[in-house]
């Protein structure tokens, strides 16, 4: 196991609560929470849907992909990477190693989750059928690229925290 990156890292389909679980479990344990979207938002100062929109899907991606490699660089908190990041082989060879918790949702809970909020562009349209299509195609990837997994399906924060730190404790004794 890599000892120096972060505590852990949260993959997972959008909606499975990577941020808000992320969030509440770095404060918990008294580190800093980061996350690949707002990084690249930050570095870019343009919001996800806009570089979607301005510059496509591919740019974005290769945004992304250095975004996850810096940060499993840096980072030694709680860290959330895009839903779709782990479509990139390189991104999941650069999770080899780490400790990654794979957040999963069924549909009715994603779709409670993603009506607060920020925009998705991958999700435009149809919602639904493009959230199970997206989460089918990639939950193989999560699954490969995953230590544990957790599902939190009408779990609190707190109790998907705590469920987070059980497969934790469990994956490693
Ligand atoms: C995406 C998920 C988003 C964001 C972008 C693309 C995807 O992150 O990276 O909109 O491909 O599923 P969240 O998983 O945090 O929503």
Redesign the pocket.
């Known amino acids: 196991m890599i000892e120096h990156g972060p505590r852990v890292v949260l993959v997972?389909?959008?909606?499975?609560g990577?941020?808000t679980i992320g969030r509440r479990l770095a404060e918990r344990w008294g580190v800093r929470f980061r996350?690949?979207?707002l990084d690249?938002e930050r570095s870019t100062g343009r919001s996800?849907?806009d570089l979607?929109v301005e510059q496509g899907?591919e740019h974005?991606r290769t945004l992304?992909r250095q975004a996850v490699t810096t940060a499993l660089a840096e980072h030694q908190g709680v860290l959330?990477?895009?839903?779709?990041?782990v479509?990139s082989e390189q991104v999941r060879q650069a999770l080899g190693g780490h400790r990654v918790v794979s957040l999963d949702v069924g549909l009715a809970a994603a779709m409670q989750r993603?009506q607060m909020?920020?925009?998705?562009?991958?999700?435009v349209g149809n919602v639904r059928g493009r959230w199970q299509e997206?989460a089918d195609e990639?939950r193989p990837l999560y699954v490969e690229v995953a230590t544990t997994s957790v599902l939190t399906d009408g779990l609190t924060i707190n109790q998907a925290v705590d469920a987070v730190e059980l497969a934790l404790n469990q994956a490693v004794s």
């Open positions: 997972g389909p959008p909606g499975s990577k941020s996350d690949t979207d690249i996800i849907s979607f899907e974005f992304e959330a990477i895009g839903g779709g990041a479509m993603l909020n920020r925009s998705r562009p991958l999700l997206l990639r």
